[in-house]
């Protein structure tokens, strides 16, 4: 699916709703396929869609970071949104895949949960939709697969941004 690179996050939201889910740059789905499953990113192994931050709530616990719009209410994955959207790397160099876990599995991903969040406040942790699952997650428990890519380059992000500014004079 392309996607205009501003507006990508609202025009697939719809799909995310009441789904968890994984996102991953195409580069490590490739990985991901070769190997039948998602694995935990505990030594940087991975390209990651969110960087290499060594202190990610998950990683230090070597569970996959999932998106969970399951759990979360509608006010809490709208207060995420300001933190961390499922599209923020998606630029027309790095595509995205997002993967959708099947509900058979569902019943063993950890939540979030803010009493683990205070007592790890040295740890990156995505508050309310950021969950883990504690161990590989096999294809055949992907119930499908979204493909995202954009052709906006930043150029084209730099322009409107610019264009805003002389329209409305900041």
Known sequence: ??????????????????????????VSFDSIVANGEIRPNTN???VGAFGKHSGSYCR????????????ASIA????????????MSLTKENSLVVLFLSQS??????????????ENLSQMVVP???????EPISMK?????????????EDSLVKALRAGRQKYAL
């Open 105 to 118: 599995i569902w019943s063993k991903v950890l939540p979030y949960s803010r009493k683990n969040f205070e």
């Open 60 to 71: 230090v616990r070597k569970f996959i970071s999932l998106f969970d719009y399951h759990n």
């Open 1 to 26: 699916m392309v996607l205009n690179k501003q507006t990508a996050y609202s025009t697939i939201k719809h799909r995310l709703e009441g789904e968890i889910f994984h996102v991953t740059p195409k």
């Open 76 to 87: 809490e994955i709208e207060y995420a949104e300001n933190k961390c959207l499922p599209t």
């Open 141 to 153: 428990q992907i119930s499908k697969i979204l493909i995202l890519s954009t052709n906006d380059d």
């Open 128 to 134: 309310h939709i950021e969950a883990g699952y504690p």
């Open 44 to 46: 940087n192994q991975y």
